[in-house]
């Protein structure tokens, strides 16, 4: 069974958050929601989530991906937090899977995990980045470039949580929760 890790700041998109973590449960993925800090996490909308644990107590655990929703002032909680780009690097030189959506990116490219590669976010987070800088930005709804997986933002979370069930599983369990979902698959033709 596949485990992620979903790191939560206050400000965090809670769209993107949520819908993440749901479908990916409706997967049956073993998700781990995890605080900067203890306690509640107020999100940019004011919804409210309480994380499974905090980043401290789980930060040396294993897992297949981390995924980083996006939101401001959450990501940038996010992108200052020295473990967490750590972390990351951890996991990128392990082999695992790096996600982040909307403004979450920058994340990934202030850890020096987006250099040379594709990458999409929010319009204007990966720019101005210098040598930390995509190869290629691009519009697309969800990309992927080898273990880094990013996405556009709140309008496409569910395409993105879709896409990262098929990495994580194959392409017949993503079909079989999109299908459950009861919306048209975008693979179809």
């Known amino acids: ?5 979903v790191p939560i700041a206050p400000g965090s998109e809670e769209l ?57 002032p959450g990501a940038q909680c996010l992108w200052e937090h020295q473990p967490l ?3 990351l ?3 990128h030189a392990a082999g695992g ?6 403004a979450a990116p920058r994340v990934l490219a202030e850890a020096g995990l987006l250099t040379g590669r594709r990458a999409t976010s929010f319009p204007g987070f990966l720019n101005d980045l ?4 995509p190869a290629e930005i691009v519009e697309d709804p969800v990309v992927q470039d080898g273990p880094v997986i990013t996405s556009r933002g709140p309008g496409t979370a ?3 949580a879709l896409a990262l069930i098929e ?23």
Do not use: H
Not at 97 to 102: I, T
Not at 130 to 133: K, Q
């Open 1 to 5: 069974m596949a485990r992620v890790l």
């Open 16 to 72: 993107e958050a949520i819908t993440v973590i749901d479908l990916l449960r409706r997967a049956e993925i073993t998700v781990t929601v995890a605080g900067l800090a203890e306690g509640p996490v107020t999100c940019s909308r004011g919804t409210v989530i309480v994380p499974d644990a905090t980043l401290a107590e789980v930060i040396d655990e294993d897992f297949d991906m981390i995924v980083l929703p996006g939101g401001m």
């Open 85 to 87: 780009r750590q972390r």
């Open 89 to 91: 690097q951890r996991q």
């Open 97 to 102: 899977y790096n996600a982040a959506v909307c």
């Open 130 to 133: 210098g040598d930390l800088a």
């Open 158 to 160: 569910m395409d993105f």
């Open 167 to 189: 990495l994580l599983t194959d392409k017949a369990w993503r079909e079989a929760v999109e299908e459950r979902l009861q919306r048209p698959s975008l693979n179809q033709p």
